[in-house]
């Protein structure tokens, strides 16, 4: 009798242990990850990506010959940052536009300054700083010339990119013509999900008017910042976006209260 209670209950033992690891074995399908399972999907709002430190611009305006601040200073760079700066300027130099930074070395993704320098002289550029060194950081504008020099200063600072981060793709446009009503630039080559893009586009016109109306921001895209003013500047607006998809990655501006503009230029660069 003992032992015939023995052995069953050595049996519900290793019936038990059996059921257990089952259980084990498929408890972590019920609970995989999101992307996975096509359960749930996750949305690039929900997802651990770059944060933006601090986002500034200054301008000049026509007439002036000097910048509204002489320098942008980013006061909690810490070790990893990165520092990007876009700028859409009527240049009056002549020659190639270069923005500095104090501690560090901006480097060109993209720069239409040294090719429009015939009028009308309107290009956009895009310079950059990765794993950039702590501390304070001075960013000045380049000089536009005086007279007819004028345009927008932006400055984005970004924490959270990869210690491995590079620039991976970039894309311009230029167009003149009359009348024109938006403008569009789009990556060279495809986008990774997660990958982080800036661009700055805008325009010049044959008759000024206070506001401009540039988008800001573009549909899908977060602001850096925007000027309408083409009374005493040049109209442009600059922005931001982990790409959402894989694929390229485009930006359109239009200006409703522009109506005669006569150039459009952009640009827009992607890091991973």
């Avoid at 009056?92 to 320098?117: E, F, H, I, K, N």
């Avoid at 800036?198 to 977060?222: R, Y």
């Avoid at 922005?239 to 109506?259: E, H, M």
């Amino acid at each position: 009798m003992v032992k015939d209670l023995l052995i069953s209950k050595i049996a519900l033992a290793r019936s038990t242990a059996v059921s257990l690891l089952l259980i084990s074995m498929v408890t972590p399908t019920a609970f995989a990850h999101p992307r996975l399972n096509g359960v749930t999907k996750i949305t690039p709002s929900s997802t651990v990506g770059p944060t933006i430190v601090a986002r500034q611009k200054i301008h000049q305006d026509w007439g002036v010959g000097a910048w509204s601040s002489h320098s942008i200073q980013l006061t909690d760079v810490q070790a990893g940052d990165a520092i990007i700066v876009l700028g859409l300027y009527w240049n009056s130099t002549g020659g190639a536009l270069t923005p500095t930074d104090d501690v560090g070395t901006l480097r060109a993704a993209v720069d239409q300054s040294p090719v429009y320098v015939q009028v009308p002289a309107v290009g956009a550029q895009i310079f950059y700083e990765l794993n950039a060194a702590p501390g304070i950081h001075t960013i000045t504008p380049p000089g536009l010339g005086g007279g007819d020099g004028d345009g927008t200063f932006y400055v984005l600072q970004v924490r959270g990119l990869s210690p491995s981060a590079s620039l991976v793709a970039i894309g311009q446009s230029h167009k003149e013509g009359t009348a024109l009503q938006s403008a569009t630039v789009q990556l060279s080559s495809n986008a990774m999900v997660g990958d982080f893009v800036v661009a700055v586009g805008g325009e010049d016109d044959e008759v000024g008017t206070a506001n401009a109306q540039v988008t800001d921001p573009p549909s899908g895209w977060q602001s850096i910042g925007v000027d309408n003013d083409a009374n005493v500047n040049v109209p442009s607006e600059a922005c931001f976006r982990p790409a959402p998809s894989i694929g390229n990655q485009s930006v359109k501006w239009t200006w409703k209260g522009d109506p005669t503009a006569n150039v459009t230029t952009a640009a827009i660069a992607a890091f991973r």
